[in-house]
């Protein structure tokens, strides 16, 4: 089983800051199957990026994600209001999904 | 627009089985480009792959939870199910179905509490 491990675990930022999340990987992911989501209190998660670089359908290009391998980075590049969330890594196409842990990006 | 249901009891004993199944409305649970899965999230927690049905009923399972899980569908209802056995409170989580591409999982169900106990 491939295990993600999330860092940091809190993101204390303020509204306009650039925010970097890591997804680091037990073992080599396929690009092609590395996606990132945000989940907001009470919702179910929505899908950020998938394929590890492609941003999903409506989201704004803020959002951007990168890395091969076994790191992987969200980054938003001017936090909204809205942004403040909790995010997850996903590994996904090999019949064994998992997710990591999560960060939660924080009001500073 | 796609839209997935989650139903079944919100209240299970320890030791029974808990039951779920997820309805697909606004699109066929037949497309070939799609997996249907069951992800789960304990109270304050993080996200859990559970596992996941193609439309032929082949079926993948989260090793850890193999022994006791059990996904199927039905195509004539746009449905698939969540079964899982032998329960503890720490199965006590929000449960959501959800729709797996091959551009990540898309669309998601609102989620339902479940909780174990007596």
């Known amino acids: 089983e491939i295990v993600l491990t999330q860092s940091p675990g809190t993101l204390s930022l303020s509204p306009g800051e650039r925010a970097t999340l890591s997804c680091r990987a037990s073992?080599?992911?396929?690009?092609?199957?590395l996606a990132w989501y945000q989940q907001k209190p009470g919702q179910a998660p929505r899908l950020l990026i998938y394929?590890?670089?492609s941003r999903a359908t409506g989201i704004p290009d803020r959002f951007s994600g990168s890395g091969s391998g076994t790191d992987f980075t969200l980054t938003i590049s001017r936090l909204e209001p809205e942004d403040f969330a909790v995010y997850y890594c996903?590994?996904?196409?090999?019949?064994?999904?998992?997710f990591g842990q999560g960060t939660k990006v924080e009001i500073k | 627009q796609l839209q997935l249901q989650e139903s079944g009891p919100g209240l299970v004993k320890p030791s029974e089985t808990l039951s779920l199944t997820c309805t697909v409305s606004?699109?066929?649970?037949?497309?070939?480009?799609?997996?249907w899965g069951w992800i789960r999230q304990p109270p304050g927690k993080g996200l859990e792959w559970i596992g996941s049905?193609?439309?032929?009923?082949?079926?993948y399972y989260n090793p850890s939870l193999k022994s006791r899980v059990t996904i199927s569908v039905d195509t004539s209802k746009n449905q698939f199910s969540l079964k899982l056995s032998s329960v503890t409170a720490a199965d006590t989580a929000v449960y959501y179905c959800?729709?797996?591409?091959?551009?990540?999982?898309?669309?998601w169900g609102q989620g339902t509490l479940v909780t174990v106990s007596s």
């Open positions: 959800a729709r797996s591409t091959p551009f990540g999982v898309d669309y």
């Open positions: 606004g699109g066929s649970i037949s497309s070939s480009s799609y997996y």
């Open positions: 049905i193609y439309y032929s009923g082949s079926t």
């Open positions: 073992q080599s992911v396929s690009s092609s199957y």
């Open positions: 394929g590890a670089s």
């Open positions: 996903q590994q996904y196409g090999s019949s064994r999904e998992t």
